[in-house]
């Protein structure tokens, strides 16, 4: 072996040595945890990971997070934890998959293959010796469209993604009140409604992110929002709906006594509030007021507006409310 | 010439298959991979009085565990069930566990005093969501079904019914892995 040789063997093993050191380095003690929570969905939100919502699984979850670092664990093992109890849609950049990698690949192709069939049809046509039929020139013409007329169509559908996360919400609340909020994430409503804390029209997206705390349990940011809701000129329908979730919160939390006078001015707001009935009449059974339920949950049976799936369920609180009567 | 009909023709239908199993699964929430893994060892607390539960002590019998919470609407939905179940199997052979997920334990305690109890039924409690992290669970109710070896061999997603029940502990009395059963879950 020639001197230049060894030399550039040694290089060589010197730097595979410095590269392999500082990934070892890097495995554990540099680990982020809201960069590895930024890569988990959060499983009972949608569109945000666990670094940016605040619901309790969330926050249970990045706790499992600083535990696992803590151990020692390499982001990708941190990962991997995860995705072998949820399975692996909960990474936000899930491992490659061959079958993702084709449906991207097939439109290209397509594409690709629909464009060389029509730049040979030309060219069998325009051949003055060649056989170019007429019906087999309107085939091969058939198939270079249908090629391209299918990788258009299923690769537009991947290129118009729905919107990312974090990028600008562009709906404007005063000239879209009808604007679709179901792709908007929490963080997102609370970044618009800092801008536009004290317009009426604001209410809608702020009940629209008021419910999601509620149905996430998450109560503090709630009510937080409902309060703000009542705060800026609700419509009674919009002040009866947060004056009785307010309402449940409070029962929820032993407040029984405040939960009634907020259940009481949300059906002062609007007589027709079915929900707040609804939880009127739990806490009224609760209390042993069981006969003060009944006319509500008789109301609530004859109510059109109400889903006929719930039937059942009122009917046996009602049960319950004339038994203990 | 016909090799190039074949090639379109073949795309397309490779195409087609690659997207109807892509939007079969868009209609559920994934399969759980714990199908198969032995349960983990982790301490519940009683929902109501002291002591704790461990899953995985139940060798020899087939444990049904629940997570419930007071907020989720089909939970209440699916009560009757587990309570009907836990009295029906009476603690032979099959234990009811109830997780109360990510709830306050006032209002678990109000739940139960409005739907039931049963005698044969633990109601525990899930601190840190910690046992619902371990389950993977997705939204509630979730009910997982794991064997007498300490294996999960079964999930129902969404609101479970009676004969349900009694169909995937039967399925595991006979040694087969009933699996998943997919559904709706309550997810804000």
């Not at chain 1, 705060?231 to 009866?240: F, I, K, L, M």
């Not at chain 2, 997207?19 to 929430?29: C, K, N, Y």
Request: glycine share 10%; aromatic share 8%; charged share 20%.
């Amino acid at each position: 072996m020639t001197a230049r040789k060894v030399l550039s063997w040694s290089f060589t093993l010197a730097a595979v040595a410095v590269l392999g050191w500082g990934m070892l380095a890097a495995s554990s003690a540099d680990v982020d945890p809201l960069a590895v929570g930024d890569k988990i969905a959060c499983p009972k939100c949608e569109g945000e990971s666990i670094a940016s919502s605040q619901t309790p699984t969330a926050r249970a979850m990045m706790e499992v997070v600083d535990e696992r670092i803590g151990e020692g664990l390499t982001e990708r093992e941190i990962l991997d934890w995860f995705a072998a109890r949820y399975g692996p849609d909960i990474l936000l950049e899930p491992p490659l998959d061959l079958g993702g990698v084709a449906l991207w690949a097939v439109p290209v192709v397509a594409v690709a293959g629909g464009a060389f069939l029509a730049f040979r049809a030309a060219r069998v046509r325009r051949r003055p010796d060649g056989p170019a039929s007429s019906g087999r020139y309107s085939l091969v013409v058939l198939g270079a469209g249908a090629l391209v007329l299918t990788g258009l169509a299923f690769g537009i559908g991947q290129f118009v993604q729905p919107r990312a996360p974090g990028s600008a919400v562009s709906g404007n609340l005063e000239i879209d009140p009808n604007q679709d909020l179901d792709g908007v994430t929490n963080a997102e409503m609370e970044a618009v409604l800092e801008q536009f804390a004290d317009i009426p029209e604001a209410n809608r997206m702020r009940l629209a992110l008021a419910r999601r705390y509620f149905e996430e349990g998450d109560y503090s940011r709630a009510v937080a929002q409902f309060q703000l809701v009542l705060g800026n000129d609700p419509t009674p329908v919009e002040a009866s709906e947060a004056l009785g979730r307010i309402g449940w919160i409070l029962f929820a939390n032993g407040e029984a006594s405040a939960a009634e006078v907020a259940y009481l001015q949300a059906l002062d707001a609007l007589a027709t509030n079915s929900e707040a009935k609804w939880f009127y009449a739990i806490l009224l059974v609760e209390e042993d007021r069981g006969a003060e339920a009944v006319p509500l949950l008789e109301a609530l049976l004859d109510d059109e507006s109400v889903p006929a799936e719930v039937d059942d369920e009122i009917e046996r609180l009602l049960e319950t409310a004339r038994s203990g009567s | 010439m016909r090799r190039w009909t074949w090639l379109v023709i073949g795309i397309v239908v490779v195409f087609a298959g690659f997207m109807a199993g892509r939007l079969d699964l868009a209609e559920t929430i994934p399969e759980s991979p714990l199908i198969g893994s032995p349960v983990t060892d982790m301490d519940l607390p009683f929902l109501e009085g002291p002591g704790t539960v461990t899953l995985a002590d139940f060798h020899g019998s087939i444990v049904v565990a629940n997570f419930w919470a007071s907020w989720c609407t089909p939970c209440r939905e699916e009560h009757p069930a587990f309570v009907a179940a836990a009295d029906l199997y009476g603690g032979d052979g099959v234990q009811f566990v109830a997780i109360n997920h990510e709830d306050t334990e006032a209002a678990a305690i109000r739940f139960l005093d409005t739907y039931g109890r049963s005698d044969h039924q633990l109601v525990v409690r899930d601190p840190g969501s910690r046992a619902g992290i371990e389950f993977g669970v997705f939204g509630l109710p979730e009910t997982f079904f794991i064997d007498g070896d300490g294996v999960i061999v079964g999930r129902v997603a969404g609101a479970i019914d009676l004969p349900i029940l009694v169909d995937f502990i039967t399925q595991i009395q006979q040694g087969t892995t009933p699996g998943e059963r997919p559904g709706t879950v309550y997810r804000p």
